[in-house]
């Protein structure tokens, strides 16, 4: 184990004994804390619902946070030998939620507990943020309980032994339906609340690869066990050693290659390497690449995986929304994540590009190798994995990290020029972003007469206006900037097909509901515009009696099959691969009606202001519309079956012609 002199200086070891009493949601633990000899004073904060006491010091109480719910105490003289007891004991209730998942930020009742640091069940010592612990717990006879560290179980107790620096301790549980297997010396459990044993034996099973995939890549995993563990509330939660799905979530047959491997590589990347926030959240960027990247491409779906980011950044987080990579701390709205998990992610990507995947790789397990168990900043990551000079370092970390915003990279002028003995390609790049120039490689795909396969080039630009001259001996025929998506850039709105994002991230929607529609229909629709208004930030409501005209420069949403302003606009719905009519959507060979699906079409022309169309009419599937839409936001063409909205169908709407390319003419 690799830990730094800081983190040593200020660990701390708690020795705990928690007794659980849901029926009552009443806690008590008796906590012997082990500080470094000689430390003088201490001071720690503690849930206030929780009466302390330390046998043998003066404990003096300094007074409660201004919300009242968590007091600071002091200990003003240590034992010499750093050891102190610490015996508390109350009730835990929620004091609200937390996160984007509207979890409680505590849960201690029959169904289950959830602690974690933000609850304030432990102390937290101003001084010693980083602890060990070893965590006895006694629960009902029936319950799970999950923390990190090595795991007992001794008939109603649960003991964890955690020897590697943590800034967190977890007590979770609940009255699950345990199922584990060994792998290479490592732990994988499964806890559901119901039996199922194939559900828990995919899990077992793919969390097995994915342990062997990533150990081979990075070194060996970290932990004793990995857990993946079934939440009430539908979360995608990554802690060491454990992970934390909600029920839908961990039944959705695509999570085993999306979700969980992201949450696997994340006890590596997050709670193996640790994220000194202060300098920027490079873990989620890192962990998408090297988990949801790396699955697309494996299935040759990379390029598509990159241009969903880019498109996610340009919906959400350009004209000013961005912040700085390096003042991303963690996801909030659709712009936070578009530039800490979108733009992180394509960075690492240019830096393999730039680097070739031999070296990317060695570098990643020695990033591993050196930094396991200490934090650290986004700047010393870039720091290993970059292949340039010491200035080149620099320049990449001050446009890249330092200054939010991205590069708007277009395709000027290009000409070809017959020369004795061969010919002469010259081609104008230009950067139109309002700020500085950025200094960047960009792929450059050339058609050359007479072969099949176009020539790959990596062109340097540095200003905003580029001239680039290349020789070939055969006549170029066509020129396409960016092929694969490989920059980190922001879109020409040409490149970007009609989806829900464009809509989603506009400056406004405009949500058309139907006047012509039952109350329980209206509440329906109502409710997902207030969901989305909460979400998006961006959401206005009108009825269709009221609008005239549709707006040239305002998103719009037409919701409802009997939406008054549906006959009218038709015609934007309809292309020779779709067609929508009153009842009745077409989508290439397979047709859907109104009495058994829900569907949503967009205005497949990208050159025009985004229109969409949500076809339902039950007030239970509409609310499932609501909930479900904005995880489709990449897609132009949807429909679902009634009433359970399962999906049937989920197509991109295509580019027809990227301002990229460039056919050249004889």
Do not use: C
């Not at 022309?605 to 609310?623: H, K, Q, W, Y």
Request: net charge negative.
């Amino acid at each position: 184990m690799t830990v730094s002199a800081s983190i040593r200086a200020e660990t701390i070891h708690h020795e705990l004994h928690v007794q659980l009493q849901p029926e009552q949601a009443r806690i008590s633990v008796r906590d012997h804390v082990q500080f470094p000899m000689n430390t003088e004073s201490a001071v720690f904060s503690l849930r206030s619902s929780l009466t302390v006491n330390a046998p043998g010091v003066v404990l003096e109480m300094l007074g409660d946070t201004a919300e009242g719910r968590v007091r600071h105490y002091r200990i003003n003289r240590l034992p010499a030998d750093g050891k102190v007891q610490l015996h508390y004991q109350g009730n835990i209730s929620s004091d609200g939620t937390k996160g984007t998942f509207d979890m409680p930020e505590s849960v201690l009742n029959p169904d289950g507990v959830y602690l974690d640091g933000g609850s304030a069940w432990i102390p937290r010592f101003d001084n010693h943020l980083w602890y060990t612990f070893k965590l006895l717990v006694d629960a009902p006879a029936d319950w799970e309980i999950v923390s990190q560290g090595k795991r007992q179980h001794l008939q109603n107790n649960y003991i964890f032994d955690m020897i590697h620096p943590q800034d967190n301790v977890y007590l979770v549980g609940g009255p699950y339906k345990r199922y584990s297997q060994m792998h290479d010396g490592i732990e994988i459990a499964v806890y559901l609340y119901e039996s199922d044993s194939k559900l828990a034996m995919n899990y077992l099973q793919a969390s097995a690869e994915y342990l062997h995939l990533y150990s081979e890549w990075i070194g060996p995993y970290p932990y004793t066990k990995f857990e993946i563990v079934e939440n009430r509330w539908q979360t995608g939660y990554g802690m060491p050693s454990f992970t934390l799905l909600g029920s839908r979530v961990i039944r959705l047959p695509f999570i085993l290659y999306t979700s969980l491997p992201h949450e696997i590589l994340h006890n590596w990347w997050g709670n193996g390497v640790f994220i000194d926030f202060s300098r920027g959240n490079w873990s989620e960027g890192l962990t998408a690449y090297m988990a949801d990247h790396f699955n697309d491409e494996q299935q040759g779906k990379d390029k598509e995986y990159r241009r969903k980011a880019l498109e996610r950044y340009a919906n959400y987080a350009a004209e000013g929304r961005d912040i700085a990579l390096a003042n991303f701390s963690s996801r909030h709205n659709e712009a936070s994540q578009a530039v800490g998990y979108s733009k992180s992610m394509m960075l690492f990507h240019m830096m393999r590009k730039q680097s070739g995947d031999d070296l990317f790789k060695e570098n990643i397990r020695q990033f591993w190798q050196n930094y396991r168990f200490r934090p650290v900043g986004f700047s010393d990551v870039i720091r290993l994995l970059y292949p340039g000079n010491d200035d080149d370092y620099k320049a990449f970390v001050e446009q890249w990290l330092n200054q939010p915003g991205a590069p708007e990279i277009t395709l000027g002028g290009v000409a070809v020029n017959k020369l004795s003995d061969g010919y002469e390609l010259r081609l104008e790049v230009n950067q139109k972003q309002s700020g500085p120039s950025y200094k960047l490689q960009v792929p450059l795909e050339v058609t050359l007469e007479g072969n099949e396969k176009p020539q790959r080039e990596q062109i340097m630009l540095s200003e905003k206006h580029n001239v680039v001259t290349l020789m070939y001996k055969q006549r170029p025929q066509a020129v396409l900037l960016d092929p694969d998506y490989d920059v980190f850039r922001l879109l020409h709105p040409g490149e970007r097909p009609a989806s829900m994002g464009r809509l989603f991230g506009a400056q406004k929607q405009l949500l058309v509901l139907p006047e012509n529609a039952t109350a329980e229909q209206n509440l329906a629709w109502q409710q997902l515009a207030a969901a989305w208004k909460m979400r998006y930030k961006n959401v206005e409501i009108v009825y269709d009696r009221s609008v005239k005209t549709l707006s040239d420069d305002t998103a719009v949403w037409l919701l409802g099959w009997k939406n008054a302003l549906l006959e009218e606009n038709l015609p934007r719905f309809s292309t020779t691969s779709q067609q929508l009519s009153a009842d009745i959507a077409k989508m290439g060979n397979q047709q859907f009606n109104a009495k058994e699906h829900a569907v949503v079409m967009l205005d497949a022309d990208n050159s025009r202001t985004p229109l969409g169309f949500i076809g339902a009419d039950d007030p239970e599937v509409i609310v499932l519309m609501a909930r479900k839409l904005p995880h489709y936001s990449s897609y132009g063409v949807l429909a679902f079956s009634k009433p359970e909205g399962n999906n049937l169908l989920k197509q991109h709407l295509p580019v027809q012609a990227s301002p990229m390319a460039r056919q050249l003419d004889e």
